[in-house]
């Protein structure tokens, strides 16, 4: 299979995925009226925080972009500390000479 074929496929597998994920949680749409209750009443804090009514929704959405912004710090540290296993490898392998293996060990 030529390699633009096999991109356009995998692609088109995506799009189906996504498709079909999109239909089962939100069959009438994102941005639909019944999605957007669904998704304030899950964003909606519980007592004693839901008090008074004007400022629930607003904590709501506070705590929603609040664990936004964690799940970007979390993802950075995660691609810092990578960057920097990789980088110790890359120094004990071409500066002190060490070679790691990770491979199966043989049985004898």
């Keep these: 299979m030529l390699p633009e074929l096999w991109w356009q496929a995998l692609i ?15 069959p009438e749409g994102v941005f639909s009226r019944d999605s957007l209750e669904r998704l304030l009443r899950v964003s909606y804090p519980v007592a004693p925080f839901n008090r008074p009514e004007v400022m629930a929704p607003l904590l709501g959405l506070a705590g929603v ?27 004990l392998s071409r500066f002190f000479g060490v070679t790691l ?4 060990v043989a049985a004898s």
């Design 12 to 26: 088109d597998g995506v799009r189906d995925a996504w498709n079909s994920f999109g239909d089962t949680v939100a």
């Design 101 to 104: 293996e990770l491979g199966a």
């Design 65 to 91: 972009l609040l664990s936004i912004v964690l799940a970007g710090v979390a993802v950075s540290s995660l691609l810092s500390m990578v960057a920097a296993l990789l980088a110790l490898g890359l120094l």
